[in-house]
């Protein structure tokens, strides 16, 4: 057994003169504070391969990620299903989740990432590797709850958050490091409604510990939904000027677990793959569709238009007798590296959910990634729902078949099954 690496990056900024992703904004982008970046990390051991693309963008829907996964791994002689994509959820990069009128994914994010996965698989070299955690507080629940009930956007310190930030490093035979991974969870929030491209505080962070350890670096976000930068204005987000701040703080965090770490060995690598399966909730009643249909069809605020889309769909499917499959599925890829778990959800789910995955687990490093291999919405704790509030919102408007108010705990459940096969 012998632990191999290979690597590589291509820069995928858009570009400028589009819209940005985040927030809804109407101001197109005018300049790059910092280039977004696609990064290759590519495993392999004891003929068990596993390919990491860590991508400072806001997300990929579940069809392009799909599309992704089976492009890159055949590039990189990877199997599709072997294929992590994780983003970082940065809210100044492009926005090409519906039409795309810029052309990003075919002009830019296609070629870029077929180019990292052949040259990742071109630069397999033997490494060692090592694991450490240390507290960062980046990051802060941003539910706040207000004396009236209601819930909005903004710092909530003593909210559920996942303080742990996990560096996971690799060195290569000549004993330097070769390449270092990230983990934590904020949103990419802290430059808040400008017109810059921007990777946000992450790219600070990695940038830090890319300098310091001189080993190429890549953040992999974890449960973020309800998580925001903790920002000196108190809010979920900030300004640009705040960026620096904020990542230094992250970098500094980074820097100290890094240097944390003890030992380096040659870890074994394992995946599993398998069926994710939810039951969806029953539709929701062909009246109550009808009457919020005509309570909404005329309406221009800002998320009605998509609401009244999602109710011509349940009246449809009423209508016409097809209710659509039963089920929520996805094809999961969990990978292990030694000790170290790491836990694709393709949602933006709730911080929780990694403490819970962490708690129930008996392996040593539990990262799930959020925002990983496909995006379906929000995905709120149980707990939460009663509260409303955005997120919340978001959960119950993102699909005609409305998942079940206990996902989280049937999404840990069915991880936690396909983790005891590693």
């Known amino acids: 057994m012998q632990l191999k690496l290979g690597?590589?990056?291509?820069?995928?900024?858009?570009?400028?003169?589009?819209?940005?992703?985040?927030?809804?904004?109407?101001?197109?982008?005018?300049?790059?504070?910092?280039?977004l970046t696609a990064t290759a990390f590519l495993l392999e051991s004891n003929g068990v391969r596993a390919l990491f693309l860590g991508l400072t963008i806001i997300g990929t829907g579940n069809e392009l990620?799909?599309?992704?996964?089976?492009?890159?791994?055949?590039?990189?002689?990877v199997p599709a299903d072997?294929?992590?994509?994780?983003?970082?959820?940065?809210?100044?990069g492009p926005l090409f989740r519906d039409e795309d009128p810029a052309g990003y994914v075919e002009k830019i994010l296609k070629p870029k990432l077929l180019s990292v996965s052949r040259q990742a698989a071109d630069d397999m070299r033997p490494v060692t590797a090592g694991v450490a955690s240390t507290t960062s507080?980046?990051?802060?629940?941003?539910?706040k709850h207000l004396k009236n009930d209601e819930i909005i956007l903004a710092q909530k310190p003593w909210g559920p958050y996942d303080s742990e930030m996990t560096v996971v490093s690799f060195k290569g035979a000549?004993?330097?490091?070769?390449?270092n991974m990230i983990h934590c969870a904020a949103h990419n929030t802290s430059a808040g409604i400008n017109t810059e491209v921007t990777r946000d505080w992450c790219g600070v962070m990695t940038d830090r510990l890319?300098?310091?350890s001189g080993g190429m670096t890549a953040f992999y976000n974890g449960c973020a939904g309800d998580v925001c930068p903790r920002t000196p204005n108190g809010q979920s987000i900030a300004e640009i000027t705040q960026t620096v701040e904020i990542g230094a703080v992250a970098g500094a965090d980074a820097v100290r677990a890094y240097k944390d770490i003890r030992e380096y060995r040659d870890l074994d690598l394992a995946v599993a793959n398998d069926t994710v399966r939810i039951p969806y909730a029953p539709l929701k009643p062909l009246e109550l569709a009808k009457a919020q249909y005509e309570e909404l069809k005329d309406s221009t605020m800002r998320f009605h238009p998509g609401m009244v889309k999602i109710l011509k769909q349940v009246i449809d499917m009423?209508?016409?007798?097809?209710t659509g499959p039963a089920d929520f599925t996805h094809q999961q890829t969990i990978v292990r590296l030694g000790p170290v778990v790491f836990v694709p959800i393709p949602f933006e789910p709730f911080t929780e959910i990694s403490l819970r995955l962490r708690a129930y687990s008996d392996f040593g490093y539990v990262l799930a990634l959020g925002y990983c291999n496909g995006s379906n919405s929000y995905l709120p704790t149980r707990d939460q729902l009663v509260r409303g509030g955005y997120e919340v919102e978001r959960f119950y408007w993102a699909s005609p078949r409305q998942l079940p108010d206990d996902t989280d705990t049937l999404l840990i459940n069915e991880n936690l099954r396909i983790m005891e096969k590693l």
């Open 174 to 179: 000549d004993g330097k490091t070769a390449a």
């Open 7 to 35: 690597k590589a990056r291509e820069i995928i900024s858009p570009e400028l003169g589009g819209l940005f992703a985040g927030y809804g904004s109407p101001k197109p982008s005018t300049g790059v504070r910092d280039d």
């Open 318 to 322: 009423h209508e016409s007798g097809d």
């Open 65 to 77: 990620s799909k599309e992704l996964r089976a492009m890159c791994g055949e590039a990189a002689g």
């Open 137 to 143: 507080l980046v990051g802060c629940n941003r539910r």
């Open 210 to 212: 890319e300098f310091e």
């Open 82 to 92: 072997n294929v992590i994509i994780s983003s970082v959820h940065t809210h100044s």
